[in-house]
């Protein structure tokens, strides 16, 4: 799926006059594009607007925890098909061959500096993060993991929404999700957001609003309904920004802005801040 | 029972004009209704009503989502799409529920939350998220009712309950029949298609484990009988009500949570 992102392309950088023919991405915010070894060096951030793009749940888990801390839950768990969507089997074992996943997201628990968290990541390969009945248990059951176990939470969201394909079974599972969330809460848990692109739909409206804090990266897509939907609507153009991470915490629903490089940093320091024992990292 | 109708010919029977709304209902089974307007954050959204009322002499507490019985009613409440402010009003009105040890009754009829840019920039998504999470451990005794269209997270966002009932002809989905041809096989055209493979429907839902009910529809559908249907919602209403007040409340939000956290099929 990555790879329909990076096409060959004649290309500027930087303002560079210059065209380079190679491999190279497309900024989906800035149009600008950029020469794809680069952009990779720079940890997927578009250096012309530092849009934050897309990682997959196993490039999230090395860049932003202790090496080899990560212990898994749940990585054999496959979903069902409840209303019996036609082609949902095949399509799921499909990308489960080209991706690596059971589903679209990765569960356990990871340090971040020394810091112990129940974590979990999205992933948008996986039919662009879609909820059904596997992201909602194991999300469900990292977070009774972690009351059971007195730990921090902290979810990496990245999602298209509802999994249609499972009917109504995957709308319960923002009951379900939510459900554990305010558990954990209740338990005095802390629960760490970060909103990664795009974070949109049922996600939004359950577990990745529920965080005591939430962090999102740098231009991505954070809303409910989508913007073709509203424009419908509304028969008009929406701004620019309609919807960024910019936009979202100018509204009052994003506690702060981090760049990707000053991510593990910054959840370490926010993790020791409530530790049992409070101390400094 | 009517067992023979798809759920595309149910769904045009809940769009039928002269379908009963909330507004039809609440005189027939309540007495006693005060309205209660705001969220106290930002306005009052006519998409939602929400107020105290007494049920057999007991005072509950009233939510509902409101569908106009006309084109001028529907404009006033936005066709029943709530804003996020009709959410906030909504917890609101629980929360209050809750300090005074009422029971909450929940109508849900909504084709979906409203997407546009003001829902967007009030946070529709927070407002539906917080409604989810604190109904599920709000101290009080939760039924909610499906009227007709049960949308999404718009419906969801008061359908965290003890006990959901369908009325006969009533839908719940993840999205609307349009919505998900739309999306999945991108041709809206092929809705009846959707419709008829969604698993919308009454029965559907019980046999999924989402709704525990069904309420039984006059012949041909509830606008043929207002009496009638209004006096089956209010015999369902007494007995759960009844039920669930006698239930130790920490059993009781056992039972909520597990309702939901069982939902949803995998192996491993």
Redesign the interface.
């Given at each position: 799926m990555f790879e329909d992102f990076f096409k060959v392309v004649k290309h500027r950088f930087n303002g560079n006059e210059e065209e380079v023919s190679g491999p190279a991405f497309k900024c989906p915010r800035c149009q600008g594009t950029v020469p794809l070894e680069r952009y990779e060096e720079l940890l997927r951030v578009c250096p012309a607007c530092n849009y934050h793009g897309r990682l997959s749940a196993r490039e999230r888990i090395a860049l932003t925890f202790d090496k080899g801390s990560f212990e898994e839950f749940?990585s054999?768990?496959?979903?069902?098909?409840?209303?019996?969507?036609?082609n949902y089997p095949e399509k799921q074992a499909e990308l489960r061959e080209v991706t690596g996943l059971n589903d679209a997201i990765v569960t356990g628990t990871a340090l971040v500096r020394g810091e112990k968290a129940v974590v979990g990541i999205m992933d948008s390969r996986y039919m662009m993060a879609s909820m059904?009945?596997?992201v909602?248990?194991k999300i469900?059951r990292a977070f009774e993991y972690a009351t059971e176990n007195n730990l921090p939470v902290i979810m990496f969201t990245a999602s298209g929404g509802?999994r249609?394909?499972?009917?109504?079974?995957?709308?319960?599972?923002?009951?379900?999700t939510?459900?554990?969330?305010?558990?954990h809460?209740?338990n005095g848990g802390l629960y760490i957001t970060v909103l990664t692109d795009p974070t949109t739909?049922?996600v939004?409206?359950?577990?990745?609003?529920?965080g005591d804090i939430i962090i999102a990266e740098p231009k991505i897509l954070?809303?409910?309904?989508?913007r073709r939907?509203?424009e419908s609507?509304?028969k008009q153009r929406?701004p620019e920004d309609?919807?960024l991470a910019e936009f979202m915490q100018d509204?009052?629903?994003v506690d702060m802005i981090v760049d990707r490089k000053k991510m593990r940093k910054t959840l370490a320091k926010l993790l020791a801040m409530h530790a049992p024992e409070e101390k400094e990292v | 029972m009517e067992n023979n109708k798809t759920a595309w010919e149910r769904l045009a029977l809940v769009h039928t004009k002269g379908r009963p709304t909330i507004r039809d209902y609440i005189p027939l089974i309540f007495t006693d209704f005060y309205e209660m307007h705001g969220d106290r954050l930002y306005g009052d959204d006519h998409a939602v009503i929400g107020g105290i009322a007494r049920l057999d002499g007991k005072p509950v507490t009233i939510i509902a989502q409101v569908k106009g019985r006309d084109l001028n009613e529907n404009k006033e409440c936005n066709f029943a799409m709530p804003l996020p402010e009709g959410y906030r009003k909504a917890l609101r009105l629980a929360k209050q529920a809750e300090k005074f040890h009422r029971p909450v009754i929940c109508f849900i009829d909504t084709p979906g939350a409203y997407a546009g840019m003001a829902a967007e920039e009030r946070g529709q998504g927070e407002a539906i998220a917080k409604n989810i999470a604190e109904f599920m451990t709000l101290r009080t005794p939760i039924i909610s009712i499906v009227l007709g269209e049960g949308g999404s997270g718009g419906a969801l966002a008061l359908g965290v309950c003890d006990e959901l009932a369908m009325l006969e002809n009533a839908q719940y989905s993840v999205v609307s029949p349009r919505g998900f041809a739309s999306i999945l096989w991108k041709d809206a055209s092929r809705e009846e298609e959707a419709c008829n493979i969604m698993q919308v429907t009454a029965d559907d839902m019980v046999r999924l484990g989402v709704a525990e009910t069904v309420i039984e529809e006059p012949l041909g559908g509830a606008h043929n009988d207002l009496d009638k249907i209004s006096e089956n919602i209010k015999e369902y209403l007494s007995l759960k009500i009844e039920e669930k007040c006698q239930k130790d409340i920490d059993e009781l939000l056992k039972a909520r949570y597990t309702k939901f956290r069982k939902i949803g099929e995998f192996t491993e």
């Open positions: 749940d054999n768990m496959i979903s069902c098909d409840p209303i019996g969507f036609p059904g009945s596997v909602g248990e469900a509802a249609m394909q499972e009917g109504i079974v995957s709308l319960m599972q923002m009951a379900k939510s459900g554990a969330v305010k558990l809460s209740d739909g049922g939004t409206a359950s577990f990745a609003s529920l954070i809303g409910f309904a989508g939907v509203i609507t509304m929406l309609f919807q509204k009052g629903f | -």
